[in-house]
């Protein structure tokens, strides 16, 4: 049952299973399968997973997001740079290549490499953030064509516009490719908090995008938690290293939701993020941080 929408969540303590200490096997990398006959992305992944034995602590709940469970959305807190990058490249990498299309912000294809890992990991880009600073925004166009079509849907039904339809890479576009991709048996992944938050004890409200998704084409959510043990009472740095746990699966409503339903399942969703990844959550967080 959803939580009732004026419930705090309080997050709980790791399992007692957690171990701290280098917790991705030496064997991780050598069988991504779903790669072979890529061997520029099979190269990026091994390159990322080298990165993310160096933070990566400890992987709990992999059996959650085994290949036989797709279609399925991921939904991660998110609370530095670097863990949007290496948090796909481990997930991934545990179903020996096959893919989960995470949905990312533009402003980091402007990072040198980023745009490699993007086409890679084939990311659903994002075009709807401002970029920081601001001039950079006259560079949104070029990145824009640049990436246009970087995730290939062939469903092309009503509500299912690739970005080379009307507004490209627009947020909304963004949200009707991963729908196609889940139609077509393929796992999507977001952070539904929706922007970096490094607050070490507070989730943000969030948005509904993974509610939404799951219910509209009826599949699954997968809440992840990710934590970082040594920031407890200082925002979280991009060089700290993280403990990923993924949960149980969530099932959704049934479609056609109305709005008090959906936000329901958008607080069960966060609530059990919440859980996960040791942050707090109240439904009338802020949206944003201070700085977004």
């Not at 950079?136 to 509500?159: Q, T, W």
């Not at 609530?271 to 707090?280: E, F, H």
Request: hydrophobic content about 40%; overall charge positive; proline content about 10%.
């Amino acid at each position: 049952m959803s939580p009732p929408i004026s419930s705090v969540t309080t997050p709980e303590a790791p399992s007692t299973n957690l171990h701290l200490g280098p917790a991705l096997p030496p064997s991780l990398g050598r069988d991504l399968r779903y790669f072979n006959d890529r061997p520029v992305t099979r190269a990026v992944t091994r390159f990322g997973l080298a990165l993310a034995r160096r933070v990566v602590l400890s992987v709990e709940g992999v059996e959650h997001i085994s290949g036989d469970r797709d279609p399925f959305v991921v939904a991660a807190n998110h609370s530095q740079r670097l863990e949007a990058v290496l948090v796909p490249t481990v997930l991934v990498a545990l179903r020996n290549g096959r893919q989960i299309h995470f949905m990312a912000d533009w402003p980091m294809l402007m990072v040198p490499g980023v745009g490699l890992i993007y086409r890679c990991g084939e990311v659903i880009p994002v075009f709807g953030k401002s970029a920081r600073p601001a001039f950079l925004n006259r560079l949104k166009p070029i990145y824009r064509r640049r990436f246009r079509g970087l995730v290939a849907v062939d469903d092309e039904s009503p509500g299912n516009e690739s970005p080379g339809h009307e507004s490209p890479g627009t947020e909304q576009n963004a949200w009707q490719v991963a729908a196609g991709l889940l139609r077509r048996g393929k796992s999507v992944g977001v952070f539904p908090e929706g922007t970096m938050n490094r607050d070490p004890n507070r989730l943000l409200r969030g948005r509904t995008t993974v509610a939404r998704l799951a219910i509209e084409n009826g599949v699954s959510v997968v809440p992840v938690g990710i934590r970082f043990p040594a920031a407890q009472d200082r925002p979280i740095r991009d060089v700290d290293a993280m403990t990923i746990h993924i949960g149980e699966s969530l099932s959704p409503p049934s479609p056609g939701a109305d709005r008090s339903r959906i936000q329901a399942f958008h607080a069960e969703i966060m609530g059990r993020i919440s859980q996960l990844s040791g942050k707090s959550w109240n439904p009338e967080s802020p949206r944003r941080t201070s700085r977004s």
